[in-house]
Nanobody, 124 residues
Framework: QAQLVESGGGLVQPGGSLKLSCSIS????????IGWFRQVPGKEREGMAC????????FYAQSVEGRFTISREKAKSPVYLQMSTLQPEDTANYFC?????WGQGSIYEWGRHRGQGTQVTVTS
């Protein structure tokens, strides 16, 4: 059974940085892309970043392009999300999930494999 476990969230001041980690087991990473998503209560889930299963191409939402970087180890796990220049509007629960992605902003959950998430709070 697939397991995705996030870590690295926390409290950070505006302008600060955090690096999230997603450890993955039991999932065919040659078949699934992996995306980072965020959820705020009462708002729609947003796809933030995604790394392709085919060639490690990366894709980002416009709102985080240039501030967030997705990467992973050669073994394909963990998958990281380096976040910089964080702003209060980045406050959310961030989770990793199996995904499809093919262009800027085109990041969608696919396959129903997701972690529980890690909370990121940006506040002064």
């Amino acid at each position: 059974q697939a397991q995705l476990v996030e870590s690295g969230g926390g409290l950070v001041q505006p302008g600060g940085s955090l690096k999230l980690s997603c450890s993955i087991s039991g999932l065919d990473l040659d078949y699934y892309a992996i995306g980072w998503f965020r959820q705020v209560p009462g708002k729609e889930r947003e796809g933030m970043a995604c790394i392709s299963n085919r060639d490690d191409s990366t894709f980002y939402a416009q709102s985080v392009e240039g501030r967030f970087t997705i990467s992973r180890e050669k073994a394909k796990s963990p998958v990281y999300l380096q976040m910089s220049t964080l702003q209060p509007e980045d406050t959310a629960n961030y989770f990793c999930a199996s995904a499809q992605c093919w262009g800027q902003g085109s990041i969608y959950e696919w396959g129903r494999h997701r972690g529980q998430g890690t909370q990121v709070t940006v506040t002064s």
